[in-house]
């Protein structure tokens, strides 16, 4: 992979995160990321103030892509029960959340609402048949994603919170999975299949929370 050379101008296509941001995104230490700079494994670009930039396109590129798995429906799961058991795990999980703390009542329940959303788009996604009925289900979770990105920063959130916030809604829904898994007795490599295509899948919505915050921190700074 090739690295941007120090100094030079950051192309004005692409999206670049912080440390910080990238590390979180990817779920390592900001040492971690900072040797894979140095090695040469991540594309960076280095600032005039000597700080470095990791390009979006290429972070999500290292997040996993796992192979197919079992559906839900070919578990024998009702893709409706998954909902209301995540939804029921996720209203709890908001609750006390600073970045949350401030906000009106009529804020909390659009927060609610994109959660919900998210959570439906999620199963529909694990539990389609179809390559297009999945991307139509993930990509209005995306939208979701987005919209609570959006409102977390026009109330003041940092990226990080907003991350975060992403992260324990992922960690909520891949905890589930593998309890799924265990429950309907699938082989490793299926239980770990299915979870992984579970963590993908979200990490795409924290991939769209991400760029929606950044630009709309940008769009703010113009």
């Known amino acids: 992979m090739t690295t941007v050379a120090r100094g030079r101008r ?29 090695a040469g494994e991540v594309e960076a670009f280095t600032t005039p103030g000597g700080h470095r930039r990791f390009a979006l396109s290429t972070l999500r590129g290292l997040l996993p892509r796992p192979e197919a798995s079992p559906h839900l429906a070919d578990l024998g799961e009702p893709a409706e029960r998954l909902v209301r058991v995540l939804r029921r795990h996720c209203r709890s999980a908001a609750q006390g959340v600073p970045c949350t703390a401030g906000l009106a009542p009529d804020e909390r329940e659009l927060l609610r609402g994109y959660g919900a959303a998210m959570v439906r788009g999620v199963v529909a996604h694990l539990d389609a048949t179809g390559s297009a009925a999945g991307a139509s289900d993930i990509g209005e979770a995306e939208s979701a994603a987005r919209a609570q990105a959006r409102l977390l920063f026009e109330r003041g959130a940092g990226l990080a ?62």
Not at 186 to 204: C, H, Q, W, Y
């Open 161 to 222: 919170d907003a991350v975060a916030t992403m992260l324990r809604f992922r960690a909520l829904v891949v905890r589930e999975l593998a309890e799924l898994a265990v429950r309907r007795g699938l082989t490793t490599p299926d239980a770990t299949s299915l979870v992984a295509r579970a963590g993908e899948s979200v990490d795409r919505l924290v991939a769209a929370a991400t760029v929606e915050y950044v630009a709309a921190q940008a769009a703010s700074r113009a």
């Open 10 to 38: 950051a192309p004005d296509a692409e999206v670049w995160l912080s440390v910080q941001d990238a590390s979180a995104m990817l779920g390592v230490s900001p040492a971690t990321l900072r040797r894979w700079s140095a």
